[in-house]
T-cell receptor, first 108, second 114 residues
């Protein structure tokens, strides 16, 4: 069992929809990252969280340390949001765990 | 200006060869990383250097050796290449230490071992 689980694995949405991607982890963490991998392969770091909530444009990331859960929300989704979203954590034991990614397709 | 660059972009080689991938960042960051993404697109961290000092060394075969001549460069040397080494290797950098800051990724190097 992977220490980081993401859901859903695949997601198709209509343009304009509100999207939520979930990340659950089983270890104590000091940091959690959300990464975006574009269809061409490039990777962009979206957020680093250790508590609370962060917002950047149409993207919002939240984390609940007690529940060991993080969510990535995309408001007013757009086809250019189509990508794979990866959750990654650094544990308090300085180990690193990655989710298998959520593949998002936004249809015009 | 390219923030994090990697060379080469593609590398095709025979089993048993030794090869290197180079990474350079012009962001003035203190920390650099190497990641491997396998054929199933699973990403994992391999190494991290902070100011030329190795700070993360995940379970990676010792055929892989990172080298950091200065804090702007982190090269990855692979000895005796195996079929299972075929993957995309990403370099990244961050201002802080060890996964605590936003990371900036290079474009990746696709390694194919025949």
């Amino acid at each position: 069992k992977n220490e980081v689980e993401q859901s859903p694995q695949n997601l198709t949405a209509q343009e304009g929809e509100f999207i939520t991607i979930n990340c659950s982890y089983s270890v104590g963490i000091s940091a959690l990252h959300w990464l975006q991998q574009h269809p061409g392969g490039g990777i962009v770091s979206l957020f680093m969280l250790s508590s609370g909530k962060k917002k950047h444009g149409r993207l919002i990331a939240t984390i609940n340390i007690q529940e060991k859960h993080s969510s990535l929300h995309i408001t007013a989704s757009h086809p250019r949001d189509s990508a794979v979203y990866i959750c990654a954590v650094r544990s308090t034991g300085n180990q690193f765990y990655f989710g298998t990614g959520t593949s998002l397709t936004v249809i015009p | 200006d390219t923030a994090v660059s990697q060379t080469p972009k593609y590398l095709v080689t025979q089993m048993g060869n030794d090869k290197s991938i180079k990474c350079e960042q012009n962001l003035g960051h203190d920390t650099m990383y190497w990641y491997k993404q396998d054929s199933k697109k699973f990403l994992k961290i391999m190494f991290s250097y902070n100011n030329k000092e190795l700070i993360i060394n995940e379970t990676v075969p010792n055929r892989f050796s990172p080298k950091s001549p200065d804090k702007a460069h982190l090269n990855l040397h692979i000895n005796s290449l195996e079929l299972g080494d075929s993957a995309v290797y990403f370099c990244a950098s961050s201002p802080g230490t060890s996964f605590t800051d936003t990371q900036y990724f290079g474009p990746g190097t696709r390694l194919t071992v025949l």
